[in-house]
């Protein structure tokens, strides 16, 4: 299967996870970007699915905020607990030599030192890591995504094709014959038509 594997604690990092997702999905398609709440259906094991795809991925982004040191209910931080699932995947990763990109969501949050995580997690400071500034992640994340796409396993991965539509445009009389996407004008022998904005995909 290939492609980017999202690992982050929802208490820590959930929005920049989706919001990582949107913009990965639209550069590589869905199916080549696991984000644990999209990519797998209801009803089927998820522990099989998550190890499937994180032992096939080409990539793996740790998602690292703010709030990822805090203690759980047992008053220790949660990466040291042996069945926490962001430890065990990140584990995973590094002992099957899968790339592991360290996130840092936040203008301050530091990447972690080796003294503060488990076994088996002690090389992850040693990664080369990304930051997204909160205040304007939008560059930080196109960035991301750029460096991603330049990578040889990732770079070959095609972004999912507009759909070829036919269509009448009602009260008009006009066909319209191509791709057409969201918020883009359609031209008409000459005459802009900004009221037609469709997002047609395969």
Sequence with gaps: MGGVFLNYRTADAALGAVLLDERLTARFGPDAVFRDNRSIALATRFDTVLWQRLRSADVVLALIGPHWFEADDSGRPAIHDPQDFVRRELAEALR??????????GEDTPLPRADQLPRG??????????RIRTRDPGPDIDELVRRLADRPGLGVIAPPAPRRVTETTEGH??????????????????????????????
């Design 96 to 105: 099957l030599a899968i790339d592991v990109c360290p996130v840092l969501l």
């Design 121 to 130: 997690l002690k090389t992850l400071p040693k990664h080369q890591y990304a």
């Design 173 to 202: 009389g006009v066909t319209v014959l191509g791709s057409v996407h969201a918020g883009q004008d359609v031209v008409f022998g000459g005459k802009t038509e900004h009221h037609y904005h469709r997002e047609a995909r395969g």
